[in-house]
């Protein structure tokens, strides 16, 4: 069965399932100038298996959609973003003041 990436903006964060299971989240804090990524887990029975791939990828293609720079103080989006150059122009850099 397929993962499928849904955004659940009433819990701040998108999720991963396959079918009714929740595989993974992560969660994000959004404002008008500014998206950040503080957490993201994935069910150890689902791990090895892309789930937090397909949570980044999720999650900073919105970003990039709606025109937010990220700033990923998690790790693993942190790393990931360093993994894939593609998407280096998401990260929030040399700015000392966000305001919406």
Not at 74 to 86: E, K, S, V
Request: hydrophobic share 40%.
């Amino acid at each position: 069965m397929e993962i499928v990436v849904t955004d659940a903006p009433e819990r701040t964060r998108f999720e991963a399932r396959q079918g009714d299971t929740l595989a993974g989240f992560a969660e994000y804090i959004r404002s008008g100038s500014l998206v950040v990524y503080p957490h993201t887990e994935v069910d150890p029975a689902f791990e090895g298996r892309g789930v937090g791939g397909a949570l980044a990828r999720a999650a900073l293609d919105d970003a990039r959609a709606r025109g937010l720079p990220v700033l990923a103080t998690c790790p693993f989006i942190a790393g990931w973003m360093g993994r894939h150059p593609d998407y280096a122009d998401l990260a929030y850099q040399n700015r000392s003041r966000v305001s919406d």
